[in-house]
Protein backbone atom coordinates (compact mmCIF):
# COMPACT_ATOMS: atom_id res chain seq x y z
CA UNK A 1 0.00 0.00 0.00
CA UNK A 2 1.01 3.18 -0.65
CA UNK A 3 1.86 5.97 2.01
CA UNK A 4 1.47 8.59 -0.24
CA UNK A 5 -1.49 10.08 0.82
CA UNK A 6 -4.01 13.40 1.09
CA UNK A 7 -6.29 14.32 3.48
CA UNK A 8 -9.95 14.34 2.00
CA UNK A 9 -12.83 15.90 3.66
CA UNK A 10 -10.99 15.59 6.78
CA UNK A 11 -10.31 11.38 6.16
CA UNK A 12 -6.36 10.46 5.33
CA UNK A 13 -6.34 8.60 2.10
CA UNK A 14 -3.73 6.95 0.63
CA UNK A 15 -3.10 7.59 -3.74
CA UNK A 16 -0.56 6.35 -6.59
CA UNK A 17 1.84 8.87 -7.24
CA UNK A 18 1.77 10.65 -9.67
CA UNK A 19 -1.47 11.62 -9.65
CA UNK A 20 -4.14 13.94 -10.59
CA UNK A 21 -7.01 15.59 -9.04
CA UNK A 22 -8.62 13.93 -11.58
CA UNK A 23 -7.29 10.83 -11.63
CA UNK A 24 -8.25 10.73 -7.69
CA UNK A 25 -11.69 11.67 -7.88
CA UNK A 26 -12.36 8.50 -10.36
CA UNK A 27 -10.12 6.08 -8.06
CA UNK A 28 -13.33 7.61 -5.59
CA UNK A 29 -15.93 6.72 -7.99
CA UNK A 30 -16.87 10.37 -8.43
CA UNK A 31 -17.37 12.24 -12.23
CA UNK A 32 -14.96 15.13 -12.00
CA UNK A 33 -17.96 17.34 -13.79
CA UNK A 34 -20.28 16.37 -10.48
CA UNK A 35 -18.18 17.95 -7.91
CA UNK A 36 -16.66 21.01 -6.52
CA UNK A 37 -13.13 20.70 -5.45
CA UNK A 38 -11.25 23.18 -3.12
CA UNK A 39 -6.86 21.96 -3.22
CA UNK A 40 -5.18 23.31 -0.38
CA UNK A 41 -7.19 26.61 0.40
CA UNK A 42 -7.75 26.99 -3.96
CA UNK A 43 -10.81 26.60 -5.37
CA UNK A 44 -10.38 24.60 -8.90
CA UNK A 45 -12.40 24.92 -12.39
CA UNK A 46 -13.00 21.42 -13.42
CA UNK A 47 -10.28 22.06 -16.21
CA UNK A 48 -7.57 22.71 -13.81
CA UNK A 49 -8.26 18.62 -12.28
CA UNK A 50 -6.54 16.91 -15.21
CA UNK A 51 -3.18 19.22 -14.36
CA UNK A 52 -3.17 19.23 -11.15
CA UNK A 53 -1.11 16.91 -9.32
CA UNK A 54 -1.75 16.29 -6.11
CA UNK A 55 1.33 15.95 -3.20
CA UNK A 56 1.22 13.68 -0.52
CA UNK A 57 -0.41 15.99 2.78
CA UNK A 58 -2.39 17.84 0.40
CA UNK A 59 -5.67 18.92 1.79
CA UNK A 60 -8.88 18.31 -0.21
CA UNK A 61 -12.28 19.29 0.30
CA UNK A 62 -14.67 17.42 -2.24
CA UNK A 63 -18.46 18.84 -2.37
CA UNK A 64 -20.83 16.62 -4.49
CA UNK A 65 -23.19 19.38 -6.60
CA UNK A 66 -27.29 17.78 -6.34
CA UNK A 67 -29.54 19.42 -8.58
CA UNK A 68 -33.18 19.93 -7.43
CA UNK A 69 -35.34 22.10 -6.89
Known amino acids: MSD???MAN???LCFDSPCSIEEFLIRQRLLP???VVE???DALAP???ASR???TGDRLEI???V???
Open 4 to 6: TYV
Open 10 to 12: GQR
Open 33 to 35: RSV
Open 39 to 41: HNG
Open 47 to 49: SEF
Open 53 to 55: QLQ
Open 63 to 65: VKI
Open 67 to 69: AGG
